[in-house]
């Protein structure tokens, strides 16, 4: 299998982040109302110089790298807020699942475990792409992103079965492959390797 990237950029303009900005002063401002219940002039005001100096201050923290020549960054206005939020149920399903076989293994009078370390290569358009996926296995109960390197994962689980499906043997495991998907990466087969199987089959 070889890994494709699709031909979406999570790049912006330097600059165009700007209206975003400006969102994000108007909803702190709005919020700033909503708590303060004060609408005079003068709270107004200074409600709008707080929010817009928050925005100010927390702006260049958006902006997680930039082009060598200058010309775009990688903001956080960028990523795929949707996908991301898509992405968080299964998640969430993943941790009760995840918790349950956890006390099942601990009240087991036999604690059938079988820890092991795997490794398995995942890379991303986004630097964000690796900090989700690392952070969604450490969350899960049972395993633990030991390292990330260049887009090799090494990965401390507990069961056999948890290693299983992080890394199987002859195709990507769940978790990475959703996370591959939230940030625009897909698989597709190798040429070469299906010439290989349809040249089995005959």
Known sequence: MVELKKEHSFRIPLGADLKYSLLLTLVLFA?????????????????????????????????????????????????????LLAFLPWLFWQLVKSSVSMAWLILHPKMPVDPQVIRFEKHFPHPVGYFVLANSITLTPGTLTVDVEEGRFTVHCVQAATAESLAPAEREGEMPRR????????????PGLEDDNNGEEQ
Do not use: C, M
Request: proline share 3%; net charge positive.
């Open 179 to 190: 996370v591959g998907y939230v940030f625009g990466v897909e698989r597709e087969v190798d």
């Open 31 to 83: 919020f700033w109302v909503v708590l303060s219940g004060k609408l005079e002039a003068r709270y107004l005001i200074i409600g709008f110089l707080t929010a817009l100096s928050v925005t100010v201050i927390t702006r260049p923290f958006s902006v997680l790298s930039r082009d060598s020549a200058g010309g775009a960054a990688v903001s956080v206005w960028g990523l795929p807020w949707l996908r």
